[in-house]
């Protein structure tokens, strides 16, 4: 049972390059979201899903696109990076999602835009 | 969304116990308390959740007072390990939008 699994760990972008970020769970989770997490900022939601097919905006959507296709994988697609996007990059995952559930959180994915 | 304030850090020696109180006056009825850790370089971790009263388990325990407008998260004797950032939430029932402030960073000194 791996939990929330992400992928890559890092990631060196020039502006302007596409890539995803890669998450996965094997918990049968329903809820899925992604945060970033920048320094002194805690960690702010940009994109979350309830489902397979269904997404919906977090606080910070902008610049970042995110499909859900089967329970276990929620990629998070940057079209066009820019250097405000680098961060530090958490996927989690709920069997409730925002109700008493507990947020199971990936270990991260650095990313650094030059 | 209920706003929460809590300290932006704090320092605790090695063995004592530590208690971080997180302020949420805008809690409503069906909002949940509940706290995260989170260790550099990792993701956050769930510690606990409580409603009211007194929750325990074997990491913390959580005060919640009657009227919910503050919660304490307690740590007994902590030690190095137990320096990390810790995260009070309010959660609401049903709400899919988790959202975490700037923690409390805890620093156990030796």
């Known amino acids: 049972n791996a939990g929330v699994t992400q992928t890559p760990k890092f990631q060196v972008l020039k502006t302007g390059q596409s890539m995803t970020l890669q998450c996965a769970q094997d918990?049968?989770?329903?809820?899925m979201s992604w945060y970033r997490q920048d320094p002194g900022m805690g960690l702010r939601l940009i994109h979350y899903s309830v489902g397979a097919g269904i997404t919906d905006q977090g606080e910070v959507p902008n610049g970042y696109n995110v499909s859900r296709s089967t329970t276990e994988d929620f990629p998070l697609r940057l079209l066009s990076a820019a250097p405000s996007q680098t961060s530090v990059y958490f996927c989690a995952s709920s069997y409730e999602g925002g109700t008493a559930g507990e947020l199971f959180f990936g270990e991260g994915s650095r990313l650094t835009v030059l | 969304l209920a706003k929460t304030t809590q300290p932006i850090s704090m320092d605790s020696y090695e063995g004592q116990e530590v208690n971080i109180t997180c302020s949420h006056n805008?809690?409503?009825?069906?909002?949940?308390i509940t706290w995260y850790q989170q260790f550099p370089s990792q993701g956050p971790r769930f510690i606990i959740q409580?409603?009211?009263t007194k929750v325990t388990n074997e990491v913390a325990s959580l005060f919640i007072p009657a009227d919910r407008k503050s919660s304490t998260l307690s740590l007994p004797r902590v030690s190095l390990s137990d320096t990390a950032v810790y995260y009070c939430?309010?959660?609401?029932?049903?709400?899919?939008?988790?959202?975490f402030g700037t923690g409390t960073k805890l620093q156990v000194i030796p």
């Open positions: 939430l309010v959660v609401i029932i049903g709400y899919q939008k988790v959202t």
């Open positions: 805008n809690i409503a009825t069906n909002d949940y």
């Open positions: 918990m049968n989770h329903e809820y």
């Open positions: 409580g409603y009211k």
